[in-house]
C-alpha cells in the first residue's frame, strides 16, 4: 500500500497528522540570543601587575648579564647573582600566578616564556651534564674547604680523623684544602700519605693560621714534582698554592699545574645579618652601612684577585686544574671568564645543582669548584656532605687525553 492510498485503520489509530512548518517557526523571525563573554585582564589592577612584571624580567635579565660583565659589581649586585636562581624561580611562579589570573592578557605568558629561555641558555647545558669517556691518563681531583678542622655533627670527637676517613674513602690523587693551617696539614698527612705545598692566607709564614694547601698522595701514580706560594695581587698579601704534578713511574707527557684557590671571603656572619635587620627595625641604620661597606671591600678584592687569577691562567701552557672555594656563585663574572677558557667539572660531569653550603644553614649555594683545562676530559663531578665541616668535598674524575 502506497502512502498516498487510503487507509483501512480506524481514525482514532491513525497519527496525527504533521503540524504546519510554519507553526515552528518564530513568527516574528528573532535571532537566537547571544552571550558575549567578558575577557579576564583584571583591569586596571591587571594592567599594572603585568607591567611591574614587565620591569622585574628586564631588570632579572640586566642582573644576570651584569653580573657575568663586571668584575667588581657593587655589593648589592653581588647578593642578588648569588641568589639568581632563586629569584629566577620566584619570578616565574608569579608571572603563571598572573597568568591564570588574567589570562586574556597577553604580557604574562610572553614573560614566562622570556624568564624561561633565560633560565635554560644559564642553567640549562649544566642539567644535561654526563661526563665523556676518552682514551688517557685518570686524574681524580678532590677540593674541600675543612674549615680549620673545628669538626662538625659527626667527626665523632676527632674532626682530623673525620676529615682523613672522607679523604681516604675518595681516593683522589690531588687534594686542594681550604682553611687549613700548617698544623692541620701536619695533623692530616701521615694518615693520609700526603705530600703538599702549603701557605697561610697573607703568606706571614704562621703555622696556626689558616691557609691553602696544594697535596698529592703519596699512593697515587702522580706525584708532586715542585710547588710554591703565589700571591694573587702584587700589592696584596692574599695567596693561593701553585703546585707542578707529574706521572711517579716517569711516564712521558705534560707535567700538569694545580692552583689551590680561596678567594676573599665574607666576613660577616648570618648571625650579623640578622642582628643588622633588628637594628635596622629598630631605627638604627648603622649597622646596614657597615654591612654594605664589607660587602664592597670584599667584592673589590675578588675582582682583583679574580683578574689576576685569569691572566696567570691564560699564560699557562700546561694542562692546569684550578680547585678551591670562591666564595661567588657560577653566574659571577669570574666564572663566566673561566667557563671560556676551562671546564666547570660539575656542569661537564655533575648531577643537578651540587650545592656545597648551605646559607643561614638553608638555602644551598655552589661556591667550590674544580676548573680543568680543554686537555682534560671530565668523566664525573659529585659532592659529598661529609659532617666534619660546613663545607660538602667536590671531586672529579678527570682524563688527561693522549
Known amino acids: ?7 483501512d485503520l480506524p481514525a482514532d489509530v491513525l497519527p496525527p497528522p504533521p503540524e504546519p512548518l510554519a507553526e515552528l517557526v518564530d513568527p516574528e523571525n528573532r535571532p537566537a540570543p547571544v552571550v558575549i563573554k567578558q575577557p579576564r585582564t583584571g583591569g586596571r589592577l591587571g ?28 655589593a648589592t ?21 598572573l597568568w591564570s589570573l588574567v589570562p586574556d592578557r597577553k604580557l604574562p605568558p610572553v614573560l614566562l616564556t622570556v624568564v624561561g629561555v633565560m633560565a635554560t641558555v644559564l642553567w640549562g647545558p649544566a642539567w644535561a651534564a654526563r661526563g665523556e669517556v676518552v682514551e688517557g691518563e685518570a686524574l681524580r681531583v678532590m677540593s674541600w674547604n675543612v674549615r680549620r678542622l673545628w669538626g662538625g655533627p659527626d667527626d665523632l670527637g676527632d674532626p682530623a680523623a673525620c676529615v682523613a676517613r672522607a679523604i681516604a674513602e675518595e681516593s683522589p690523587d690531588v687534594v686542594s684544602l681550604l682553611e687549613v693551617s700548617a698544623v692541620d696539614v701536619e695533623a692530616l698527612a ?27 698522595r703519596k699512593d697515587s701514580p702522580w706525584k708532586l714534582r715542585r710547588g710554591w706560594a703565589q700571591r694573587f695581587v702584587d700589592a696584596e698579601a692574599w695567596y693561593y698554592a701553585f703546585a707542578e704534578v707529574e706521572r711517579r713511574d716517569g711516564a712521558e707527557g705534560h707535567v700538569v699545574n694545580l692552583l689551590s684557590v680561596h678567594l676573599h671571603p665574607y666576613s660577616f656572619q648570618p648571625s650579623w645579618l640578622r642582628e643588622t635587620m633588628d637594628d635596622l627595625a629598630s631605627g638604627q641604620a648603622r649597622g646596614i652601612f657597615d654591612l654594605f661597606q664589607a660587602g664592597e671591600e670584599v667584592t673589590r678584592g675578588q675582582g682583583a684577585q679574580a683578574k689576576a687569577l685569569l691572566e696567570r691562567v691564560e699564560g699557562l701552557k700546561d694542562p692546569t686544574i684550578i680547585a678551591g ?21 660539575w656542569e661537564r660531569g655533575g648531577q643537578g645543582a651540587g650545592p656545597t653550603v648551605r646559607f643561614g644553614g638553608t638555602v644551598p649555594l655552589r661556591i667550590d669548584y674544580v676548573y680543568a683545562s680543554d686537555d682534560f676530559a671530565v668523566r664525573e663531578a659529585r659532592t659529598a656532605e661529609v659532617g666534619c665541616s660546613d663545607h660538602a668535598a667536590v671531586s672529579a674524575d678527570l682524563i688527561l687525553r693522549k
Not at 192 to 208: F, K, V
Not at 325 to 345: E, Y
Open 1 to 7: 500500500m502506497s502512502p498516498d492510498e487510503p487507509s
Open 47 to 74: 594592567g599594572a601587575a603585568s607591567a611591574l612584571s614587565a620591569l622585574a624580567v628586564v631588570a632579572l635579565v640586566a642582573t644576570a648579564v651584569a653580573g657575568r660583565e663586571l668584575r667588581g659589581p657593587p
Open 77 to 97: 649586585l653581588t647578593v642578588v647573582v648569588t641568589f639568581l636562581p632563586y629569584l629566577t624561580l620566584a619570578l616565574a611562579v608569579w608571572l603563571f600566578a
Open 190 to 216: 701521615p694518615q693520609l700519605g700526603l705530600e703538599c705545598i702549603h701557605s697561610d692566607y697573607t703568606g706571614s709564614g704562621a703555622r696556626s693560621t689558616g691557609g691553602i694547601a696544594a697535596c698529592v
Open 325 to 345: 672555594d670562591f666564595n661567588s656563585t657560577r653566574d659571577a663574572h669570574i666564572h663566566a671568564r673561566l667557563r671560556g677558557h676551562m671546564s666547570d667539572a
